[in-house]
């Protein structure tokens, strides 16, 4: 009976000690977390590196003094990390989340309430760079009013600093109505992935000299409504050259040469976190193949698993002899009666 006693005691306290705890090595001047758990989180504050974060006033400098801007999406809390570790001063929550995230056709199936969750999770992880939430197809085009009640919930429950719509001059009373109530809007004219549909399809814009005054006009219409700054999505380099120049506010490319006041990238579309043969736009430059290194590191997880080399000494909890032996000797005792 005692040695039951023993064990149940021992087995308790093993299975109750705290889950994690903080070592700190005053060699390295640095804190480091032995996790018992695999459900922790990674720690933002780590990232900012004492940065100032990235603010309205920022970006207009930026623009003032001709510095390039930097934008790149995430998608959830890792994306978002690496985005604002590698120095983006911008993060988009994009709807194009839909389609390299979780597998839509395209970008016209996405919610609301879908993107505030992806929202929420980027918030979490960025300190520094200045977010923008997307609003999905369907939440702002019935009215301004609709557009302004979206655009609160993205800032509210989405936490996202600012928001971005797709449209032209169609869009000015919604980014006006926005705008007024104190959120800032990115407009994004060109290549309107929600529109593609009536576009048919993913096609350059301004490739004409009326698309291109088009263009222009939208470009004017969505800067005189209040828009902060404006995405130029697949147009010819020069077309874009010039709209920029004729605006006073920033433009963000994506296929839009290199004379914008800036760039934007789909996360996943650069880091090669697709099969080598999926399609990409023209204007994807893939700085990595993170799912080679990906496939490669899982492929050696399963070989590990099946020779049983993984898990070995280094990856295994430290085991206690009296414990396991008290353990045992319960065991023994169960199955005696």
Known sequence: MASVTCARRSYQTFFTRPRYRTVTSQAACTRQQTRWSSHAPSSPALLARGQKPVTIQTLQKMYADK????????????????????????????????????????????????????ARAVSRAVNRSFTVGDLPMGSYEISPEQALASAIRMVKEGRMQSVKLEGGAEMAPQIKKITTAGISVCAH????????????????????????????EDAKAVQDAGAFMLVLECVPPDVAEEVTNALVIPTIGIGAGNKTSGQVLVQID?????????????FVKRYGSVWDAGVAAIRQYKDEVIDRSYPTAPYVYKSDAKVTEAFKAALKGNESC
């Not at 389609?99 to 199936?109: A, C, I, Y």
């Open 189 to 216: 004219i060109g290549l309107t992935p929600q529109r593609q549909h009536a576009l048919g399809g993913f096609r350059v814009q301004g490739n004409t000299p009326g698309k291109a005054m088009a263009l222009y």
């Open 270 to 282: 650069m880091l090669g976190v697709r099969p080598p043969d999926s399609f990409m736009p023209k």
């Open 67 to 118: 510095s390039p801007i930097t934008m790149l999406t995430a998608h959830n809390f890792p994306s978002a990390l690496m985005a604002q570790e590698a120095g983006m001063d911008m993060v988009l929550v994009g709807d194009s989340l839909a389609m390299v995230s979780l597998g839509m056709p395209d970008t016209s199936e996405i919610t609301l309430d879908e993107m505030i969750m992806s």
